[in-house]
C-alpha cells in the first residue's frame, strides 16, 4: 500500500495518493502536472540512522522512478523501494569522483565502483526536490529548473533543508550537477542560500559533476583535474 501523507506533507500542493494495489505502473505515481511536467510521487532517499555524508541529486529521474515500481511491484513495500532506488545506474561514477575528492579517506573505508550507497549507513541518498518531475510526453527529467515551477521550490524550502538538519551527524553535503549547484547558491530561505545555511549548522559543501551516463564527459574532464 502506498499512501502520501504517511511520508509527506505535501508541500508540492499534489494530489493525496492511495494506492492499496500490490502492482503499480508509474502512472499511477502521477500526482500533479504543472507547465507540462508531471510530478511523480516517490519520495526516493534512504534512511540510514547516523550518516556522515549525504549525497544530493537534483531530482528522482525515470531510471529511479522505473527502479522504485520494480522493486514495489516485488515486494510491495514502498518504503524499501524508494530505499534503494536513488542514483540507478550512477554508482560507478559516483564512486570515482568520491575517490578522486578523498571521501573513502575521510570515511576510511574502501569505494570501489560497484559500492552500494543505498544500503549504507554512511551516507543519505536524497534530491533537493524529493519526487521525481518529468516532461510530459517524453518520460525524462531533462531540461528541468526546479526555480521555474512552485511545486518544485515548494519542496526544497520545506523539506530539503529540514531533512539534512535533523541529521546532526552529516559532516559532507554533496552536490551533482550545475543546476543543483545553482540552486544551492541562490535559492533564498529566510534571507540566507540553502549554501550559506548548512554551512552556518558546521556541513563542508561540495559541488562535483552529475553522475548520469549522459555526463561522463564531464565526469572524465572532473577526474583528470
Known amino acids: 500500500m502506498i499512501n502520501s501523507k504517511n511520508h509527506c506533507s505535501m508541500f508540492c500542493e499534489g494530489r493525496s495518493l492511495v494506492l492499496r494495489n500490490n502492482k503499480i505502473s508509474d502512472k499511477d505515481l502521477i500526482i500533479l502536472n504543472e507547465k507540462e511536467r508531471l510530478l511523480y510521487f516517490s ?23 522505473s527502479k522504485l515500481v520494480e522493486v514495489y511491484n516485488k515486494k510491495g513495500d514502498f518504503d524499501r523501494a524508494r ?6 545506474k550512477a554508482s560507478s561514477n559516483i564512486s570515482k569522483m568520491l575517490r578522486k575528492i578523498g571521501v573513502d579517506k575521510f570515511l576510511k ?8 550507497y543505498n544500503s549504507s549507513e554512511l551516507f543519505f541518498t536524497t534530491s533537493l526536490v524529493k519526487c521525481a518531475s518529468l516532461k510530459l510526453g517524453k518520460g525524462r527529467s531533462d531540461e528541468f529548473d526546479p526555480l521555474k515551477f512552485d ?7 520545506n523539506r530539503f533543508v529540514k531533512d539534512i538538519l535533523v541529521r546532526p551527524s552529516l559532516r559532507k553535503i554533496i552536490f551533482f550537477g ?7 547558491k541562490n535559492f533564498l530561505i529566510n534571507g540566507k542560500t540553502i549554501e550559506e545555511e548548512l554551512k552556518l549548522n558546521g556541513k563542508e559543501v561540495v559541488f562535483i559533476p552529475h553522475p548520469s551516463g549522459s555526463n561522463n564527459g564531464g565526469v572524465a574532464r572532473f577526474l583528470r583535474i
Open 178 to 184: 550545475k543546476k543543483a549547484e545553482k540552486i544551492v
Open 151 to 157: 511545486f518544485s521550490k515548494k519542496c526544497i524550502e
Open 109 to 116: 573505508v574502501e569505494i570501489d565502483n560497484d559500492f552500494d
Open 43 to 65: 519520495m526516493v532517499e534512504n534512511n540510514p540512522r547516523e550518516p556522515l555524508v549525504a549525497l544530493v541529486g537534483l531530482c528522482p529521474g525515470y531510471n529511479q522512478i
Open 83 to 88: 530505499y534503494c532506488a536513488s542514483f540507478s
